[in-house]
């Protein structure tokens, strides 16, 4: 797990906090005051202020293949513009049919220009779970 963070002394989160087997990377230009408790937090010292270019960093200094990165708006935004995703998943929420939960995902990705096929679909009962590839832009 990697956090990304401006400021890393005032993460008082399970993942720092408590030990776990999975390793966890804090990514900030500053670095924390105090060691984590979680013996398996690493701090990261990124050099870059945007998001792609901290993701690029934390993925080549932890040598990851696969990287799942979970995020709000401004980072998938970042992400997207650089393509640097190849799945998204989006959970759709109090969707009371198929077609309404896929319309709100078709919206949701059009609107970061986002070019995907459907590869998994999840339900239980009003909460959908999408997975996408998504497709190469063309230019």
């Known amino acids: 797990m990697a956090i990304i963070t401006t400021q890393p ?61 979970e995020s709000g708006l401004l980072t998938f935004g970042a992400l997207t513009s650089e393509d640097l995703l190849n799945e998204v998943c989006l959970t759709v929420t109090n969707a009371d049919s198929r077609e309404r939960a896929s319309q709100a995902c078709e919206n949701f990705l059009r609107a970061f220009d986002v070019a995907a096929e459907k590869i998994q679909l999840l339900n239980s009962g009003t909460t959908w779970l999408f997975r996408f590839r998504v497709l190469p832009q063309s230019l």
């Open 9 to 69: 002394n005032s993460l008082q989160i399970p993942a720092t906090e408590q030990n776990n087997a999975q390793p966890v990377y804090v990514c900030s230009k500053v670095a924390p005051e105090e060691p984590f408790r979680n013996t398996g937090a690493t701090w990261i010292e990124t050099a870059s202020d945007d998001m792609a270019g901290i993701v690029r960093e934390v993925i080549a200094r932890t040598d990851s293949s696969n990287t799942l990165i």
